[in-house]
T-cell receptor, first 116, second 113 residues
């Protein structure tokens, strides 16, 4: 069965330091993977997506993620955190179930705090 | 700015009442998904509509129902409201069913007293 695990429920970094948000997945087929961000009291916004092209994916706001099949991971990184990055981040896997109907599996989220 | 608009943004109801939430999808998108997000939790999939037909449903009771109209806008209806229905209800539109590339609205915050 497909699943997604976000390894940290809370991450705290200082402004200007690197960000690493970890996501592992399990999938029977070739998955598509996504990271979404949700700022307080806002809807969700797509940060980036992996759909079997380049394994290193660049997203908005300086974020990127690397798909590592051997490690079944899709960790989100950013070289230098900004105060505006403080938000909740969700890792999502889209897996093929019956026919062409891909099911979305959401992680539980990682809350990122950025300290001045 | 995703082009997905939801209304109302906030509303308060009492137990047993009924509520209708509305969503206008992004231009050109034919699929709408609805999610419930309780405070401090991740989004929970309610159901998806593709070309006016329900196309996938999460673990929600039948008192959660929906519609999609020919212009691809959508409604979420919840009958017999319970306290646990208090949540942020998110609508997401996409081009085609099953894609993970979703465009979310800002949500409707429902409080049930």
């Amino acid at each position: 069965a497909q699943s997604v695990t976000q390894l940290d429920s809370h991450v705290s970094v200082s402004e200007g330091t690197p960000v690493l948000l970890r996501c592992n997945y399990s999938s029977s087929y070739s998955p598509s993977l996504f990271w979404y961000v949700q700022h307080p009291n806002k809807g969700l916004q797509l940060l980036l997506k992996y759909t079997s092209a380049a394994t290193l994916v660049k997203g908005i706001n300086g974020f990127e993620a690397e798909f590592k099949k051997s490690e079944t991971s899709f960790h989100l990184t950013k070289p230098s955190a900004h105060m505006s990055d403080a938000a909740e981040y969700f890792c999502v896997v889209s897996d093929r179930s019956a026919g062409n109907n891909r099911k979305l599996i959401w992680g539980l989220g990682t809350s990122l705090a950025v300290n001045p | 700015e995703t082009g997905v608009t939801q209304s109302p943004t906030h509303l308060i109801k009492t137990r047993g009442q009924q509520v209708t939430l509305r969503c206008s999808s992004q231009s050109g998108h034919n699929t709408v998904s609805w999610y419930q997000q309780a405070l401090g939790q991740g989004p929970q999939f309610i159901f998806q509509y593709y070309r006016e037909e329900e196309n996938g449903r999460g673990n929600f009771p039948p008192r959660f129902s929906g519609l999609q109209f020919p212009n691809y806008s959508s409604e979420l209806n919840v009958n017999a409201l319970e306290l646990d229905d208090s949540a942020l209800y998110l609508c997401a539109s996409s081009l085609g069913q099953g894609t993970g590339e979703l465009f979310f609205g800002e949500g409707s915050r429902l409080t049930v007293l």
